[in-house]
């Protein structure tokens, strides 16, 4: 059974860069298909979904943060990653990672998720 | 990419059925059907109830169904018990995006 657990930094201050990383244990991130994505969710406030990418590589990104968002893959660490540039305070949320098969189309496995603040 | 619209907020006495919207659009609910629902318990992660509209993963409970009718979906739960308590978000998928409902927070009485 897959299971997944983010890491990063609890604090960024404005303007900065958000990394985050997420890894997949249980599996090979580059054995079959997945589908592996990030969402978040402010304190209070609903579920966000950021973007995923495909164990071939490619990505789709939510157009609000395209601009913003990059995700990658490392095969080697087992690992995908999360990176939002010129963070400000409205990014603070938790975030997940989260992936599914293509052909199920929703997310069946989540990670625990992991709290960032964004603050001087 | 507009968020989906549920109710803020339902309830329900144990042992009743309650039903949750979720409306959206032709060019996400109505287009596809790749609506899934999630129920999410204070201070945990989301839980996939829902996918395709109306399939349920196994372990999930029968008391737990989808439909969906032109842009709304819908989310059904019967026989209402204390521990369906939680926050619920349905979501819509397509090729290139997936796009959450504002969630809803149920109440049993």
């Known amino acids: 059974q897959v299971q997944l657990q983010e890491s990063g930094p609890g604090l960024v201050k404005p303007s900065q860069t958000l990394s985050l990383t997420c890894t997949v244990s249980?599996?090979?991130?580059?054995?079959?298909?997945?589908?592996w994505s990030w969402i978040r969710q402010p304190a209070g406030k609903g579920l966000e979904w950021i973007g995923r990418?495909?164990?071939?590589?490619?990505?789709n990104y939510n157009p609000s943060l395209k601009s913003r968002v990059t995700i990658s893959v490392d095969t080697s660490k087992n690992q995908f990653s999360l990176k939002l540039s010129s963070v400000t305070a409205a990014d603070t949320a938790v975030y997940y990672c989260?992936?599914?098969?293509?052909?199920?189309?929703?997310?069946?496995?989540w990670g625990q998720g992991t709290m960032v603040t964004v603050s001087s | 990419q507009s968020a989906l619209t549920q109710p803020a907020s339902v309830s329900g006495s144990p042992g009743q059925s309650i039903t949750i919207s979720c409306t959206g659009t032709?060019?996400?609910?109505?287009?596809?059907?790749?609506v899934s629902w999630y129920q999410q318990h204070p201070g945990k992660a989301p839980k996939l109830m829902i996918y395709?509209?109306?399939n349920r993963p196994s372990g999930v409970s029968n008391r737990f169904s989808g439909s969906k009718s032109g842009n709304t979906a819908s989310l059904t739960i019967s026989g209402l018990q204390a521990e369906d308590e939680a926050d619920y978000y349905c979501s819509s998928y397509t090729s290139s995006s997936t796009t959450f409902g504002g969630g809803t927070k149920l109440t049993v009485l």
């Open positions: 032709s060019s996400d609910v109505g287009g596809y059907n790749y």
């Open positions: 249980g599996g090979s991130i580059s054995s079959g298909s997945y589908y």
């Open positions: 395709e509209v109306s």
């Open positions: 990418i495909y164990t071939s590589g490619s990505t």
């Open positions: 989260a992936s599914h098969p293509p052909l199920l189309r929703a997310f069946d496995i």
